[in-house]
């Protein structure tokens, strides 16, 4: 069965701390990989996609396919970054549906 | 451009009611998805849609139907509401449904509580 872990239900950072958050997936063939983040009263939006290689806010996320990881990292958190992250792989069977994680909450501090 | 729309965003019914939320695409995208997102449990896919005529089971299908008759429109009914349906619901659609397929857009979300 397709499984998307987040561990960190909450994740809270100095700002300016490095941070990291983790993903890993337990899926057949290769997903897509991507991350979404939702900020406090907007909607969900891309964050980064990993096909991409961007690097987004100061944001990268490196795949692992012998771990089956895709974790986020950000050397310099900053409070801006304050939101809940989703990772989110995309299956490659019919339809291609994207199934997401729990997702982790972001909070960081002054 | 409006992109995904989605009504109403706030709604409360009585446990037994039936209702729908309407989502619309204004972006020609062939594949629609509907999530419910509870604290603690993310974003989990009820139905999702890779073209008109064409629907499928996500993770959590059952007590919802979908529908999809048009390009633009993806509507998901709630045929006997339950408390357990209270929650928020956010449709999302996206160009591709093969290899390199776009990113997901996202609607501003449903509110429902069923008392």
């Known amino acids: 069965a397709q499984r998307v872990t987040q561990p960190e239900k909450l994740l809270s950072v100095f700002k300016g701390a490095p941070v990291e958050l983790k993903c890993n997936y337990s899926?057949?063939?290769?997903?897509?990989l991507f991350w979404y983040v939702q900020y406090s009263r907007q909607r969900l939006q891309l964050l980064l996609r990993?096909?991409s290689r961007e690097s987004i806010k100061g944001f990268t996320a490196d795949l692992n396919k012998g771990e089956t990881s895709f974790h986020l990292k950000k050397p310099f958190a900053q409070e801006e970054d304050s939101a809940r992250y989703y990772c989110?792989?995309?299956?490659?069977?019919?339809?291609?549906?994207?199934?997401f994680g729990a997702g982790t909450r972001l909070f960081v501090k002054a | 451009n409006a992109g995904v729309t989605q009504t109403p965003k706030f709604q409360v019914l009585k446990t037994g009611q039936s209702m729908t939320l309407q989502c619309a695409q204004d972006?020609?995208?062939?594949?629609m998805s509907w999530y419910r997102q509870d604290p603690g449990m993310g974003l989990r896919l009820i139905h999702y849609?890779?073209?008109?005529?064409?629907?499928d089971q996500g993770e959590v299908p059952n007590g919802y139907n979908v529908s999809r008759s048009t390009t633009e429109d993806f509507p998901l009914r709630l045929l006997s509401a339950a408390p357990s349906q209270t929650s928020v619901y956010f449709c999302?659609?996206?160009?591709?449904?093969?290899?390199?397929?776009?990113?997901?857009?996202f609607g501003e979300g449903s509110r429902l509580t069923v008392l």
């Open positions: 849609s890779v073209g008109a005529g064409i629907t």
């Open positions: 989110a792989p995309t299956n490659p069977d019919r339809g291609f549906k994207t199934i």
């Open positions: 899926y057949s063939g290769s997903p897509e």
């Open positions: 999302a659609s996206r160009t591709g449904t093969g290899l390199n397929t776009g990113e997901l857009f």
């Open positions: 972006m020609n995208h062939e594949y």
């Open positions: 990993h096909i």
